[in-house]
């Protein structure tokens, strides 16, 4: 069992900057390929970026790359979304994801086992 509680979602005006958190609990951290999805109002949830439990090659997509960032501490149990110049269609709630397998492509295909409570992110225009 993992338990995931993401933080630092907030209020921010267009080309700001956010840096979300994701904490892991419970359950060996390093096994688990982890990612950030968003969900805005109305739309269905929308995979943002992850990284393999490797570590090694982090995947984003194409709408926020150049943008965002994400990475890992192991020693820390976190998972982090750098986001960078940020839009107003960023606006959404953000969610953290896990799954014990190997690559991220397994989370695009919907192969999560936990997800955290999600931390709204609001850009104003």
């Not at 397998?101 to 989370?107: A, C, F, I, K, N």
């Amino acid at each position: 069992q993992v338990q995931l509680v993401e933080s630092g979602g907030g209020l921010v005006q267009a080309g700001g900057s956010l840096r979300l958190s994701c904490a892991a609990s419970g359950d060996s951290f390093g096994v688990y390929t982890m990612g950030w999805f968003r969900q805005a109002p109305g739309m269905n949830r929308q995979f943002v970026a992850g990284i393999p439990r490797s570590g090694v090659t982090a995947y984003i997509d194409d709408s926020v790359k150049g943008r965002v960032t994400v990475s890992r501490d192991i020693g820390k149990n976190t998972i982090y979304l750098q986001m960078n110049s940020l839009k107003p269609e960023d606006t959404a709630v953000y969610y953290c994801a896990a799954a014990a397998v190997s690559d991220v492509g397994q989370l695009l295909r919907g192969e999560i086992e936990y997800w955290g409570q999600g931390t709204q992110v609001t850009v104003s225009s």
